[in-house]
């Protein structure tokens, strides 16, 4: 056969837009024109593999991050289709370069081709593997199924993309078309890369809740005060029992991260609902979205693109947050509300609503976990007396630091918590003595063994789970629980009313202002980021 005939077929089976075609006839060291054409033909054939390699990556973190708009779903396709274009290129232009040092090793048979093909392949795929194993938490049913898929399409691809593109070297040694490459693949890869990526598409255009819905609240009228304590990291186990509270063990929230664990406890709505997954995010620039739960090893979103300029890392914003915290939700209904140091929480002061966000509180702390627990307080009870709601809550970090992230000794260790826990012990005495009922929750934190508890001098029915502490914040109040919310009122007040079918979306403004620096320096500092 002759040179013009191979060229021919090669053009008739539409390999690598034609640019294959020449290489085979080239001098392999010594031509300029040879190395050319194996940059095109790898550059090429990394396009390919980048795009349907960027595919089970994306598809995850949409599941995780649900829902995205179009120009994020975009970005984060793109961000990681040039990630693996680049790996991509370097790893078909070392095989082709070691096959042309070893030309004793043609590949006519098509178990010789496919077992090079299949070996480049798993190389390929197995990053992929490595980063999903690498999330905090384990993927759901839509996860499992969406990416095991995708990466089969990836695997089988990037085979036949390799194949291809050391079409050449079969050429150059046996002056024949291998029978494997008899049919074009040019054109169905590409009709299915274009399919999936639609695909990736259409849960940006699929967001069920765009708007907020605004339900009707009959509410109970009451006149109680009360108060909620959040300590995070003290379990029943290590609770003082000189507390004088009626002490209850609960079943910890089913979370993954510090935010998560209590923005479910405080909306009392599942982190499908509230939004909230991690205490870390990164966020692409324009956009309105932060992408949560991202793998430990994603180098890609984690260190390259805030490299480049393309994306940054930051700590949630309050916007983050999709649903209201119950003393939010009684707060716009006319009930005066204080609430400070609560994570995706910012200062606002709307109607009955005092808020106090973490960044002032952690800025001025400077990294030390009993200051936080001191200012925090402070605040809270200076907002107290100068508002006089009938809900206040505050949340405490210090104790959690103290035990599982601070890198202390073991007696710096105790003596540190139980400066923690005298803290809160005073700031019971403190809200008793101006006429509230106290309500203290504990969950353990990242990592740390321990039932929670909840305690009160509020006559409480026994709760078994975490879950019950918001619905009860809403009955003492007056308010009627939501469907959303799995947990009961644990309070005496008998609760009969139908629950309303939700409180709706958080109606939150996108904050104007970039990533305050010091907070996240801060967070570091405490063992929260790292």
């Given at each position: 056969?002759?040179?013009?005939?191979?060229?021919?077929?090669?053009?008739?089976?539409?390999?690598?837009?034609?640019?294959?075609?020449?290489?085979?006839?080239?001098?392999?060291?010594?031509?300029?024109?040879?190395?050319?054409?194996?940059?095109?033909?790898?550059?090429?054939?990394?396009?390919?593999?980048?795009?349907?390699?960027?595919?089970?990556?994306?598809?995850?973190?949409?599941?995780?991050?649900?829902?995205?708009?179009?120009?994020?779903t975009?970005?984060?396709?793109?961000?990681?289709?040039?990630?693996?274009?680049?790996?991509?290129?370097?790893v078909?232009?070392?095989?082709?370069?070691?096959l042309?040092v070893?030309?004793?090793?043609?590949?006519d048979?098509?178990?010789?081709?496919?077992?090079?093909?299949?070996?480049?392949?798993?190389?390929?795929?197995?990053p992929?593997?490595?980063?999903?194993?690498?999330?905090?938490?384990?993927?759901?049913?839509?996860?499992?199924?969406?990416?095991?898929a995708?990466?089969?399409?990836?695997?089988?691809?990037?085979?036949?993309v390799?194949?291809?593109?050391?079409?050449?070297?079969?050429?150059?040694?046996?002056?024949r078309?291998?029978?494997?490459?008899?049919?074009?693949?040019?054109?169905?890869?590409?009709?299915a890369?274009?399919?999936?990526?639609?695909?990736?598409?259409?849960?940006?255009?699929?967001?069920?809740?765009?708007?907020?819905?605004?339900?009707?609240?009959?509410?109970?009228?009451?006149?109680?005060?009360?108060?909620?304590?959040?300590?995070?990291?003290?379990?029943?186990?290590?609770?003082?029992?000189?507390?004088d509270?009626?002490?209850?063990?609960?079943?910890?929230?089913?979370?993954?991260?510090?935010?998560?664990?209590?923005?479910?406890?405080?909306?009392?709505?599942?982190?499908?609902?509230?939004?909230?997954?991690?205490?870390?995010?990164?966020?692409?620039?324009?956009?309105?979205?932060?992408?949560?739960?991202?793998?430990?090893?994603?180098?890609?979103?984690?260190?390259?693109?805030?490299?480049?300029?393309?994306?940054?890392?930051?700590?949630?914003?309050?916007?983050?947050?999709?649903?209201?915290?119950?003393?939010?939700?009684?707060?716009?209904?006319?009930?005066?509300?204080?609430?400070?140091?609560?994570?995706?929480?910012?200062?606002?002061?709307?109607?009955?609503?005092?808020?106090?966000?973490?960044?002032?509180?952690?800025?001025?702390?400077?990294?030390?976990?009993?200051?936080?627990?001191?200012?925090?307080?402070?605040?809270?009870?200076?907002?107290?007396?100068?508002?006089?709601?009938?809900?206040?809550?505050?949340?405490l970090?210090?104790?959690?630091?103290?035990?599982?992230?601070?890198?202390?000794?073991?007696?710096?260790?105790?003596?540190?918590?139980?400066?923690?826990?005298?803290?809160?012990?005073?700031?019971?005495?403190?809200?008793?003595?101006?006429?509230?009922?106290?309500?203290?929750?504990?969950?353990?934190?990242?990592?740390?063994?321990?039932?929670?508890?909840?305690?009160?001098?509020?006559?409480?029915?026994?709760?078994?789970?975490?879950?019950?502490v918001?619905?009860?914040?809403?009955?003492?109040?007056?308010?009627?629980?939501?469907?959303?919310?799995?947990?009961?009122?644990?309070?005496?007040?008998?609760?009969?009313?139908?629950?309303?079918?939700?409180?709706?979306?958080?109606?939150?403004?996108?904050?104007?202002?970039g990533?305050?620096e010091?907070?996240?320096?801060?967070?570091?500092?405490?063992?929260?980021?790292?």
């Amino acid at each position: 056969m002759s040179v013009d005939d191979l060229r021919q077929q090669l053009r008739q089976r539409g390999y690598l837009t034609h640019g294959i075609e020449r290489w085979f006839a080239l001098d392999p060291w010594s031509s300029r024109a040879f190395w050319l054409e194996l940059v095109l033909v790898a550059l090429k054939a990394a396009t390919l593999i980048g795009v349907f390699a960027a595919l089970p990556r994306t598809a995850v973190m949409l599941f995780r991050n649900y829902p995205l708009t179009a120009f994020e779903t975009l970005a984060l396709f793109l961000t990681y289709a040039a990630a693996w274009l680049v790996a991509a290129f370097v790893v078909v232009i070392l095989i082709a370069l070691i096959l042309k040092v070893r030309p004793a090793l043609p590949i006519d048979t098509p178990r010789a081709l496919l077992a090079i093909s299949l070996a480049a392949s798993a190389l390929l795929v197995a990053p992929v593997a490595v980063w999903w194993y690498r999330f905090d938490t384990p993927p759901t049913t839509a996860e499992l199924i969406a990416g095991a898929a995708l990466t089969a399409i990836f695997f089988v691809v990037a085979a036949i993309v390799v194949s291809a593109a050391l079409l050449s070297f079969s050429i150059y040694e046996l002056q024949r078309v291998p029978a494997i490459h008899q049919k074009p693949r040019g054109v169905p890869m590409a009709v299915a890369a274009a399919a999936l990526i639609a695909l990736l598409f259409v849960p940006a255009y699929a967001d069920r809740e765009r708007t907020t819905i605004e339900p009707m609240v009959v509410t109970r009228p009451t006149n109680q005060r009360v108060a909620l304590i959040a300590v995070d990291g003290l379990t029943r186990e290590i609770l003082e029992p000189r507390l004088d509270l009626v002490v209850l063990a609960v079943a910890p929230l089913p979370a993954d991260s510090t935010t998560e664990r209590w923005a479910s406890l405080g909306t009392g709505v599942r982190t499908e609902a509230h939004g909230v997954r991690a205490i870390e995010g990164v966020r692409f620039r324009g956009s309105r979205h932060i992408l949560q739960r991202i793998s430990r090893i994603d180098g890609v979103l984690m260190n390259a693109a805030p490299l480049l300029g393309i994306a940054r890392r930051e700590p949630l914003p309050p916007t983050v947050r999709r649903r209201e915290y119950v003393w939010e939700i009684a707060a716009r209904r006319g009930v005066p509300s204080v609430a400070v140091n609560w994570w995706t929480t910012g200062d606002e002061r709307a109607g009955g609503l005092v808020s106090v966000g973490q960044e002032s509180i952690f800025n001025a702390a400077r990294g030390d976990a009993l200051r936080v627990d001191a200012l925090a307080s402070a605040r809270f009870l200076q907002e107290v007396d100068r508002a006089k709601p009938r809900f206040a809550t505050v949340y405490l970090p210090a104790l959690d630091v103290i035990l599982n992230r601070a890198g202390y000794d073991q007696t710096t260790r105790l003596a540190q918590s139980l400066r923690a826990l005298d803290g809160v012990s005073a700031l019971i005495r403190a809200l008793r003595a101006r006429g509230y009922d106290v309500i203290l929750a504990g969950l353990p934190g990242d990592h740390q063994f321990g039932r929670g508890v909840v305690a009160s001098n509020v006559h409480l029915t026994s709760p078994g789970s975490a879950w019950h502490v918001a619905p009860t914040i809403l009955d003492l109040l007056g308010f009627p629980l939501s469907a959303e919310m799995p947990g009961q009122s644990m309070a005496a007040t008998p609760s009969t009313e139908p629950r309303i079918p939700s409180y709706g979306r958080r109606n939150a403004a996108q904050p104007a202002q970039g990533v305050n620096e010091e907070y996240y320096e801060n967070l570091k500092s405490l063992g929260y980021i790292r």
